[in-house]
């Protein structure tokens, strides 16, 4: 696993804990109204964004199709951003040795955002390192400028990172937003791979997630794809599209055997889509004196509407594959 620390350019201060390599969240660059939002990052984790990200922003229209090509574009996305490529992300309470300066900040809401300049320094010597967000709607994060820290070895190992599944619903009953953009992300490559014919789902919680929207998206009738979960413990035999889990270890998503097709997802979503459907709590060990009723546990978390992949990863995801440019798949694109 690849876990080191990050420490400033200038002066070699330690500015985060012990941080491990993970993929990029598929839900980092949403955007959810007017609330406040957790940290986007596990505690001990760190992701590294390829692409520009922050600001300044523009228009996909003022790219040419050739630059658009060259940043691996192929179909229009919003925002655009014209800022850093390889920026790091880690949850604030991972971030060391630093001073805010709130008044680098953008135009924010009720809290603050990446603004021209970072808004956080090296507090030992001054250099601007990272920009802090917590703006309303935004996932709270420390983002570090890639040319003013550098990798430094780990003295320490990162924490143990909480892994099972991802809670699908949230306590207040509105489905987990983390599950909806990872969904949503996965939604582009098994699209892509359908070749825009009809796909079958296994039932419970894949077709739950995926169901509505390919029924919307893919004609029905004819022979189907067959599509469905692969990853440890679980080869895929026979499966045309595979949904398989990023390899904490390698960042890098799961290889079935046989080479289908593969649709990556969060280990934590996969671990949910694996994992058994809902169960009731029983005793761990022997059974209840007779005469005794259980009441006392909660209901499971039961949502208030059907799951709907988030669009708008759907479109982000879709908009980097060369394949967008088909009509076919450039057609679903638009209806998505
Ligand atoms: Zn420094």
């Not at 957790?38 to 630059?67: I, K, N, R, W």
């Not at 917590?134 to 040319?147: K, M, N, S, T």
């Not at 582009?188 to 919307?216: E, T």
């Not at 459907?277 to 022997?286: C, D, I, L, R, Y």
Request: aromatic fraction near 8%.
């Amino acid at each position: 696993m690849d876990v080191c620390v990050y420490g400033c350019a200038g002066c070699g201060a330690e500015l985060t804990a012990p941080v491990a390599r993970v993929p990029l969240p598929p839900e980092t660059h949403l955007t959810y109204g007017h609330g406040w939002l957790p940290p986007l990052m596990e505690p001990g984790t760190y992701a590294v964004d390829p692409e520009p990200s922050g600001p300044p922003y523009g228009a996909f229209e003022d790219l040419s199709e050739a630059e658009a090509e060259a940043r691996g574009l192929f179909a229009p996305v919003w925002p655009l951003s014209f800022g850093k490529s390889g920026r790091i992300v880690v949850a604030p309470g991972d971030s060391r040795g630093t001073v805010l300066i709130p008044e680098h900040g953008g135009d924010s809401c009720r809290g603050v955002c990446a603004g021209a300049l970072p808004t956080m320094a090296c507090a030992a010597c001054g250099l601007l390192v990272a920009s802090r967000v917590d703006d309303c709607g935004l996932w709270q994060a420390v983002w570090y400028e890639p040319d003013a820290v550098r990798r430094m070895p780990a003295t320490a190992p990162a924490p143990a990172r909480p892994s099972g599944p991802v809670p699908p619903v949230l306590p207040d009953g509105w489905w987990n937003p983390r599950l909806e953009a990872a969904a949503g992300a996965a939604l582009a490559p098994l699209l892509r791979a359908s070749g825009g014919g009809p796909v079958a789902l296994p039932d419970g919680a894949v077709g739950d997630v995926f169901g509505r929207a390919l029924r919307r998206l893919l004609p029905a009738g004819g022979p189907a794809k067959r599509a469905g979960l692969a990853g440890p413990g679980l080869p895929g035999d026979g499966l045309d599209i595979a949904l398989v889990p990023y390899d904490p270890a390698t960042c890098e998503p799961w290889r079935p055997p046989g080479g289908p097709a593969t649709v990556p997802l969060p280990a934590s979503v996969w671990a949910y889509l694996a994992g058994p459907a809902e169960t009731s709590p029983v005793p761990a060990s022997g059974t209840l004196p007779h005469g005794v009723l259980r009441d006392d546990y909660p209901l499971p978390d039961h949502p208030w509407e059907l799951f709907r992949p988030d669009r708008r990863a759907t479109l982000r995801t879709l908009a980097r594959m060369p394949e967008v440019r088909l009509p076919w798949l450039r057609a679903l694109y638009e209806r998505c």
